[in-house]
């Protein structure tokens, strides 16, 4: 029997993914540049569903027409020899879908190349690490719908179920769904900085031990704020280091790393002019989090304010964080959410927002409670131009407001840094600001380079002779 499906790259995730699709009973092909990953895959008694192969060739062969070969190996030039090896042994017809995290601009270029050649090329987001790889991924193909739908049976039956509707939909042409999955992991670093800056203010500012934290996130995530980060959150505060039995939280060095998706996120927003300041500022705090030998060397030097005992009511400052916390989510997703429609705009893409809300509701690492609300807000003003102005939101935002503000104001008063949960705010009250400041700039840039301005009562451009 010839298999439906091969996988080549066999590290946690291509693993995982390969045992996925087997036990969802597809005959799955599995191959590794070196043995040694394919032998160690092997000794796992599940993996006795794969079928694997030490030669490319052999590999190919395998595999029914039109041939299906997914690719989960290191994003970058690897993917491009691994594709490079894969045409001379490929037909017209074929298929080279790519599962890992590469950049949406590099899944276009290679899309044109493999359509010279006949072959259909899909670049698949996947979230939701090596448990959710193994038992349901959030799953963001693009690419040509055609090509999509001959491999659509399969992606639907391995992707995460919510109320028997699978977390994989069709995204959109050629790079789409690497993009979604790129925008989606800049949402995660801002969601992920805003709960570091709420676990600072309930232990610097309010005092509290770590256990009681991790009961107050253990507590909110029952609610509005459920969702995947608040739960691990939970979690990761209860576990003691085995050596010195202190909470594992304050033996972990704070030093953050990050792989290149968030950057792509930034980078990508600010060559398109689209505001994603909270996103940004979450790559920033994983950027200085990195000096921590400077970072140690200016504490000793640095003044900070003064620091006035100040006993915070524990039960309505633990509530102003919760507020604080879910507004502060609220711009950090309207932030990633407006990406995508404004680049969807750019490259006419179509991307259907409420869709990809939906597929964000399980399997990933974004998913949370709410999803189901933005999904709603986008299915009924599929124009919206941006989530705070929805009317489950706008009315959030005011109701929770104050408590942002007070967070922020307290915070920052005591010298704590929240550069997302103050940026939140910031992106908010411009947003809300229908006559900003930015005529002062203009009028600025009219004096010193002659670069014109509008008036508010008269159509086109005017200089001044300043």
Known sequence: MLNTIGVIGLGVMGSNIALNMANKGEQVAVYNYTQDLTDKLLQKE????????YKIEEFIQSLEKPRKVFLMVTAGNAIDSVIQSLIPLLKKGDIIMDGGNSHYKDTERRYDELKAFGIGYLGIGISGGEVGALTGPSIMPGGDLEVYEKVAPIFTKIAAQVDGTPCCTYIGPKGAGHFVKMVHNGIEYADMQLIAEAYTFLRKNVGLAVEEIADI?????????????????AEILRKKDDLTGLPLIDIILDKANQKGTGKWTSIQSIDNSIPTSIITEALFARYISSLKEERVRAEAILAGPEQNEQNLDKDVWVEYVRQALYMGKICAYAQ????????????????????????????????????????????KQSALDNLLIAPYFAEKTKAYQNSLRKIVCEGIQAGNAFPCLSTSLTYFDSYRTGSSNANLLQAQRDYFGAHTYQRIDSEGTFHTNW
């Not at 599940?46 to 192969?53: H, V």
């Not at 949370?368 to 299915?379: H, T």
């Open 46 to 53: 599940e993996a006795q569903k794969l079928n694997p192969y």
């Open 217 to 233: 996130f253990e507590t909110w995530n029952q609610g509005e704020l459920k969702s995947y980060l608040i739960e691990i959150t």
């Open 336 to 379: 990633g959410f407006t990406q995508y429609k404004m680049t969807s705009e750019l490259y006419s893409w179509n991307l259907q927002l409420h869709d990809i809300a939906l597929i964000f509701r399980s399997g990933c690492i974004i998913r949370a409670e709410f999803l189901n609300v933005i999904s709603d807000a986008y299915q």
